[in-house]
């Protein structure tokens, strides 16, 4: 299991972020790769709604979120003994925030207490675009780095196109909820799984993870 030192603790608290660079090797993203691609053809779609929760189709996906690297490294720096599996997400090539804006308020479930974003693109090593006054940018630097963000940290989210385009995995808490939120595309997706508004999540759609 791979975790963080009380140095890094310490920075992800006070400051709500933390990068980490060379999590996953190469061949790991490009796995990774191949795995949201192959799911978003066969869901015949290439966009927000499309890119959430890949995991459910791709096993691949789902061993990755769900191990010990990525689970750990979110129980750690949440300072939480357990958590569960909230989404993954695929940001599409182009997409972008108009105004800076909290990862918490993108999605429909209430009580996200850590952002993962993986870097998968070995193209993209720095944003590209002009950055806002406001926010952190949500691209690590470099292919196979993590960046370990507190859902209610700003945003700045500049418009790039690199050719994957961004991918991430969010965790909440135990007793989190699904709720109505205009802000999410994607957010009715939760319907097809028999939930309604205001219901806590369940085990049997959303794992609970440990260090």
């Not at 090797?25 to 929760?53: M, N, Y």
């Not at 996906?61 to 939480?80: E, F, H, Y």
């Not at 006054?133 to 630097?141: E, I, N, R, Y």
Request: charged share 15%; aromatic share 8%.
């Amino acid at each position: 299991m791979l975790t963080i030192s009380s140095q890094q603790a310490a920075h992800y608290t006070q400051n709500g972020f933390l990068e980490l660079e060379g999590m996953l090797s190469p061949s790991e993203c490009e796995a990774l790769v191949s795995a949201i691609r192959q799911t978003l053809q066969k869901r015949a779609g290439k966009d927000f709604i499309h890119g959430r929760d890949l995991w459910r189709e791709a096993p691949l996906l789902k061993t990755t979120l769900l191990s010990k690297k990525l689970s750990g490294l979110a129980c750690a720096a949440a300072q939480k003994p357990t958590l569960r599996l909230a989404c993954d997400q695929w940001f599409p090539p182009g997409y972008m925030l108009k105004t800076p804006e909290k990862i918490e308020r993108l999605f429909s479930i209430q009580g996200l207490i850590c952002t993962i974003f993986i870097q998968l693109d070995p193209g993209l090593v720095h944003p590209v675009g002009k950055p806002a006054p406001l926010g952190l940018s949500p691209f690590p630097h470099g292919q196979g780095s993590v960046l370990l963000m507190k859902p209610s940290l700003l945003l700045n989210w500049p418009q790039v196109t690199p050719d994957m385009g961004l991918y991430c995995v969010n965790f909440c808490l135990p007793t989190s909820v699904y709720i109505q939120n205009a802000q999410d595309p994607a957010g009715v997706n939760l319907r097809k799984l028999d939930y309604g508004y205001g219901d806590p999540l369940r085990s049997d759609t959303h794992p609970l993870i440990y260090p």
